[in-house]
């Protein structure tokens, strides 16, 4: 059997699913791009990601993963107990995810707004 590169219990995937999983993840990617963005704009080189498109999703994923939760919050009104439990797992797990993100972004939003 192949050892995995990243460990995460298979318990966990399947609570999440896979796309809410990648939404999750490219979170977590930019949310590690987030210190690093010093308010230029560079649109020549490979710096184009982390000055340019990595802003553009972070602020997607800010109205995204709140959607998501809403949502998830709606679908939880008429389900099983069973599924409820699985539903707020999701919306505590989102939550965590995109109070970290606001907060590595932080100071960019700071310095964007001149605040």
């Known amino acids: 059997m192949p050892k995995r590169i990243i460990s995460v219990p298979r318990g966990y995937?399947?609570?999440l699913g896979v796309l809410r999983s990648l939404l999750l993840a490219s979170a977590l990617v930019i949310t590690g791009m987030g210190p690093f963005v010093d308010g230029t704009a560079d649109l020549h080189s490979w710096r184009i990601f982390p000055t340019?498109?990595?802003p553009t999703l972070m602020v997607i994923l800010a109205f995204s993963i709140p959607l998501d939760m809403t949502m998830l919050r709606i679908f939880m009104s008429d389900s099983t107990n069973n599924e409820r439990q699985r539903l707020g797992f999701v919306i505590r797990v989102e939550a965590i995810i995109l109070v970290v993100m606001?907060?590595?972004?932080y100071p960019f939003v700071l310095k964007v707004f001149a605040l």
């Not at 606001?102 to 972004?105: Q, S, T």
């Open 13 to 15: 995937l399947e609570k």
């Open 52 to 54: 340019v498109i990595a």
């Open 102 to 105: 606001l907060a590595a972004w």
